[in-house]
C-alpha cells in the first residue's frame, strides 16, 4: 500500500508534488489547474489484488490529460475503471463526450488519448487493469470507452466489486488474488457488452457469458455453486438463476456439461489417473466423479481411455 497527502506539504509544492504523483501511481497524465493562495490538497492511496492496480483519489478542481505525448510515454496498455464518488467528471476519449456523475462510472484505455475535467473538488476509486486481463472477453471493437454507466443491470457488477474489492485491505494469497482481479474484468466487460450492443440485443446473453466463461477457469474449485459465483460476480442467486431461463441448460447443467467435457478432454492423455482427472475438474473424491461421470456418458470414465476413446469422445461432444 502507498499513501501520498499533498497537505503535508508547504502550500507553494502541493501542486508540483501532485503531479509527480498521479504519473507515478497511474500512468504518464499532465494535470493542469489554476492554483491559488491556498495550496492544493489532496491524496492518493493505492493497493495491488493480483495484476490489478486500486487506487483512491480525492482532489481539487482541475483537468487531467493523457494526449498523444503520454500515450508514447506509456510503457504498456491498460484499462481504467474509474468510479466516480464525489463531484462530477467531463471526459472525452474515442469522440465520445460524458458528465460521469457519482455512483456512475466510466472506461478509460491509456492506449489513446483521453481528457478529464472535474468541476468541483472531487474523488473516485479508480482501478487499472492490464489489456491481456480484458482483451480476451471484450464483446469487439465498438467499445462505449468514455461513456458515463450507471449501477444498473450489468454495471452493478462493476460498482459493487468496486466498492468491495476497495475495501479488502488483508493480504490475500497470490492465487486468490488473481481470481478476484479477473472476477473484476468479467464484470466489467459484461458492463462494456451490455452498453455496446444494440438496444434490442438481449442484455442477460452478456451477463450469462460471463458467468460461463468464469466457470471454464475455475472448474478445478470443488465449491462453484450459485451462491459462489454470485459473490464472486457480484449478482444475486435469484439474478443469476434468471441468466438461465429460456436457455438450453440451467446453471447447474452448464457446469456440470463442462466438467464432464473436460474431462474426457484429459482422459485422452494416459498419464493421469482418473482420480487426478476427477480433482481437476471438480470432484475431489473419485467415487463422486465416477457416479456423476456414468451419469452424463452411461460408461465410467476407464472407459474413454484406451482403443475405445475416439468412440467415446464422439459422443462426448454431442453430450
Do not use: K
Amino acid at each position: 500500500m502507498a499513501v501520498w497527502d499533498t497537505r503535508a506539504l508547504p502550500d507553494s509544492e502541493q501542486f508540483e508534488f501532485y503531479q509527480q504523483v498521479i504519473c507515478r501511481a497511474f500512468v504518464p497524465l499532465l494535470p493542469v489547474a489554476e492554483v491559488r493562495g491556498g495550496g492544493f490538497a489532496s491524496t492518493v492511496e493505492t493497493l495491488s489484488l493480483g495484476t490489478l492496480n486500486r487506487a483512491s483519489v480525492a482532489s481539487q478542481q482541475q483537468a487531467t490529460h493523457h494526449g498523444p505525448r503520454e500515450v508514447s510515454a506509456t510503457d504498456r496498455p491498460y484499462y481504467f475503471v474509474n468510479l466516480q464518488l464525489r463531484g462530477r467528471c467531463s471526459v472525452r476519449q474515442s469522440g465520445t463526450e460524458s458528465i460521469v456523475s457519482p455512483g456512475q462510472f466510466t472506461v478509460l484505455d491509456t492506449a489513446r488519448p483521453f481528457y478529464l475535467d472535474f468541476d468541483r473538488d472531487w474523488s473516485m476509486l479508480s482501478f487499472r487493469l492490464p489489456h491481456e486481463l480484458l482483451d480476451g472477453r471484450l464483446p469487439g471493437d465498438r467499445l462505449p470507452l468514455g461513456a458515463a454507466m450507471d449501477g444498473a443491470g450489468a454495471g452493478a457488477a462493476v460498482v459493487g466489486l468496486t466498492r468491495t474489492l476497495w475495501s479488502m485491505r488483508e493480504e490475500l494469497p497470490a492465487h486468490t488474488a488473481e481470481d478476484l482481479a479477473r472476477a473484476f474484468a468479467a464484470a466489467v466487460s459484461a458492463a462494456l457488452g451490455a452498453t455496446a450492443f444494440d438496444a434490442g440485443e438481449p442484455r442477460s446473453e452478456t451477463t450469462r457469458a460471463v458467468v460461463l466463461q468464469y466457470l471454464r477457469d475455475h472448474l478445478a474449485d470443488p465449491s462453484l455453486s450459485v451462491r459462489s459465483v454470485s459473490r464472486a460476480l457480484a449478482l444475486s442467486p435469484r439474478r443469476l438463476h434468471a441468466l438461465f431461463e429460456g436457455a438450453d441448460e440451467t446453471f447447474a447443467a452448464a457446469l456440470r456439461g463442462m466438467r464432464m467435457r473436460r474431462a474426457v478432454e484429459l482422459l485422452a492423455d494416459p498419464r493421469p489417473s482418473v482420480a487426478a482427472v476427477g480433482e481437476a475438474v471438480g470432484y475431489p473424491d473419485p467415487a463422486s466423479f465416477s457416479r456423476a461421470f456414468r451419469g452424463v456418458f452411461d460408461a465410467p470414465p476407464s472407459a474413454f481411455r484406451g482403443p475405445a476413446h475416439e468412440l467415446h469422445t464422439a459422443r462426448a461432444r454431442n453430450a
